[in-house]
């Protein structure tokens, strides 16, 4: 069996799922308009390398704990509607197709809250993200164990494969695309590095490597 690993945002979708969520909030007058600046500004320091990887999932997690679950599972579905289903991209679809008997995962730093729902919609069992903390029903705004961002993505397929009795090193192919320098942990640990419309670091690391290079938007 081959595996291959797929990063969600601006790799599968035209856009960032988090970024998106807390625009769709602020539209929603969930929340203030003045948080649309923090969270381009964020996304910026997240797309550079600047931003700390707890600093990144507890910015987003922060609006969370003020909206009880039933409240938060009725916007998750008007969002997955409105906001990501015009950003999954037919190519990927198609590339995940084209891996259709492998063993095969989405791994992304987003909450596994906001991306169980697109995974589905992608119709990939496996999903690889970070965990929320929960606690009697409600999001505390904190999370479980490490972020599943940089090496973090390593440490969490590392416990996934585990908890079926494989290492990285039992597939004799492994495929991880993703477009940030932040995957660059795991892009360097699998067979097959794939840079999906890469950001300007990825590109510049990619073609220095000779790592095959794909767009997914036509």
Same mark, same amino acid.
């Given at each position: 069996?081959?595996l291959a690993?797929? *990063?969600?945002?601006? @790799?599968?979708l035209s856009?960032? @799922?988090?970024?998106?969520?807390?625009d769709f909030?602020?539209e929603?007058?969930?929340?203030? /308009?003045?948080?649309? /600046?923090?969270?381009h500004?964020? *996304?910026?320091r997240?797309?550079?390398?600047?931003?700390?990887?707890?600093?990144?999932?507890?910015?987003? &997690?922060?609006?969370?704990?003020?909206?009880d679950?039933? @409240?938060l599972?009725? &916007?998750?579905?008007?969002?997955?509607?409105?906001?990501?289903?015009?950003r999954?991209?037919p #190519?990927?679809?198609?590339? %995940?197709?084209?891996?259709?008997?492998?063993?095969?995962?989405?791994?992304? /730093?987003t909450?596994?809250?906001l991306?169980?729902?697109?995974? #589905?919609?992608?119709?990939?069992?496996?999903? %690889?993200a970070?965990?929320p903390?929960?606690?009697?029903?409600?999001?505390?705004?904190? %999370?479980?164990?490490?972020?599943?961002?940089?090496?973090?993505k390593i440490?969490?397929?590392?416990r996934?494969?585990?908890?079926?009795?494989?290492?990285?090193?039992?597939?004799?192919?492994?495929?991880?695309?993703?477009?940030?320098i932040?995957?660059?942990?795991? &892009?360097?640990?699998? @067979?097959?590095?794939?840079a999906? *419309?890469?950001? %300007?670091?990825?590109?510049k690391?990619s073609? *220095?490597?000779g790592?095959r290079?794909?767009?997914l938007?036509?």
């Open positions: 069996m081959k690993l797929f *990063d969600l945002d601006n @790799t599968l856009g960032d @799922t988090d970024v998106e969520w807390l909030l602020v929603r007058g969930v929340l203030p /308009a003045s948080e649309r /600046a923090a969270n500004e964020m *996304d910026r997240y797309r550079s390398g600047e931003a700390a990887a707890l600093e990144y999932v507890r910015f987003y &997690l922060r609006f969370y704990p003020a909206h679950m039933s @409240t599972l009725g &916007l998750r579905e008007r969002f997955v509607q409105k906001r990501i289903g015009p999954m991209l #190519a990927a679809r198609e590339l %995940i197709r084209s891996h259709g008997k492998d063993l095969i995962a989405i791994i992304t /730093a909450n596994r809250f991306t169980e729902p697109i995974a #589905a919609a992608f119709g990939v069992e496996h999903l %690889i970070t965990e903390q929960i606690e009697h029903g409600r999001f505390t705004g904190d %999370i479980v164990g490490a972020p599943c961002m940089r090496e973090g440490e969490h397929l590392e996934w494969l585990a908890a079926r009795n494989k290492t990285l090193e039992d597939f004799p192919e492994s495929w991880f695309y993703s477009d940030s932040n995957d660059l942990p795991l &892009l360097a640990r699998v @067979t097959h590095p794939v999906v *419309d890469p950001d %300007i670091s990825l590109e690391i073609r *220095d490597r790592w290079r794909l767009t938007r036509g």
